[in-house]
Nanobody
Framework: QVHLVESGGGLVQPGGSLRLSCAAS????????MGWYRQAPGKQRELVAD???????SYADSVKGRFTISRDTAKNTVYLQINSLKPDDTAVYYC????????????????WGRGTLVTVSS
């Protein structure tokens, strides 16, 4: 069964940094897009950054210049380096993938991880 596992969240002070990781496993043929979303208390889930199989990258305006998304294609893993953190960055960060599993190559799948909590506070 294909699944996503996130890691790297934690408690940091304003101005600090973290590196989030998301690994996809379980029998994958093709990954079309992998990315990161976040949901802060009282707010809707929003796209933070994503990267396509063709290496096209998108960022939310609020994180441009501070966050960097990257991937290791051979490991089916995506990373999010988050720097210069602000209290408003506090949220649960979720990994998302659009992919085709090798168990049924006729179906396109969208998967979500369970999330990793980032708390930015003094």
């Amino acid at each position: 069964q294909v699944h996503l596992v996130e890691s790297g969240g934690g408690l940091v002070q304003p101005g600090g940094s973290l590196r989030l990781s998301c690994a996809a496993s379980g029998g994958i043929l093709v990954i079309n897009v992998m990315g990161w979303y976040r949901q802060a208390p009282g707010k809707q889930r929003e796209l933070v950054a994503d990267i396509t199989g063709g290496d096209s990258i998108s960022y939310a305006d609020s994180v441009k210049g501070r966050f960097t998304i990257s991937r290791d294609t051979a490991k089916n893993t995506v990373y999010l380096q988050i720097n210069s953190l602000k209290p408003d960055d506090t949220a649960v960060y979720y990994c998302n993938a659009d992919l085709i599993g090798d168990y049924d190559v006729t179906k396109r799948l969208e998967l979500w991880g369970r999330g990793t909590l980032v708390t930015v506070s003094s």
